[in-house]
C-alpha cells in the first residue's frame, strides 16, 4: 500500500544572513515538514483574520492580521527546527520551544529562516513534497 503520512526526514539548510567569521562554522537550521494536522493547525490561525473582518473599526482587522501571522511564524519555527546553531550574544544556543528566543531573532534571520520553511512545506510547487515516490515508497 502507498504511504500517505509525512515523510520523518529533514534537510540542512546554511543561512545566507549570517556572515561566516574565520574559523567560524557557517550557521544552518535543519527543517522538517509540517504534518497535515499541523498545516490545517497553522491555516486556522490564518483564519482567525477572517472572523473579525466584519468590523467597522478597521484599527482593529489590522491589529488582528498582524498577530495571526506573528503567531503562525512563530509555530512554523517551534515546529520545523529541529536544530540549529544559532546563538545568543551570550554564546547560549537558542532554544525556538521558547517564543522570546524566536523574538530575539535579527529580522534578516527571522525571515530567511520563515522563508525556507515555507519553501519546504509549499505543497503546491513541490512534485515529491511529502518525500513519497510515484511507488508509495
Known amino acids: 500500500m502507498p504511504r500517505a503520512t509525512v515523510s520523518k526526514s529533514t534537510e540542512r539548510k546554511e543561512l545566507e544572513s549570517i556572515p561566516v567569521e574565520d ?40 491589529a488582528e492580521v498582524a498577530m495571526v501571522s506573528v503567531k503562525a511564524n512563530i509555530l512554523e519555527i517551534q515546529r520545523c527546527v529541529v536544530d540549529h546553531n544559532l546563538e545568543d550574544d551570550s554564546g547560549n544556543k537558542l ?3 521558547k517564543v522570546e528566543h524566536i523574538r530575539m531573532l535579527d529580522p534578516r534571520v527571522g525571515q530567511e529562516i520563515t522563508e525556507l520553511i515555507g519553501e519546504m512545506n509549499d505543497f503546491v510547487k513541490g512534485s515529491n513534497a511529502s518525500g513519497v515516490d510515484s511507488k508509495g515508497k
Do not use: H, I, P, Y
Open 23 to 62: 574559523g567560524q562554522e557557517k550557521a544552518f537550521v535543519e527543517l522538517r515538514r509540517f504534518s497535515f494536522g499541523e498545516k490545517m493547525e497553522k491555516d486556522a490561525e490564518a483564519l482567525k483574520m477572517k472572523f473579525n473582518s466584519d468590523t467597522d473599526n478597521k484599527e482593529d482587522v489590522n
Open 95 to 97: 532554544d525556538f520551544r
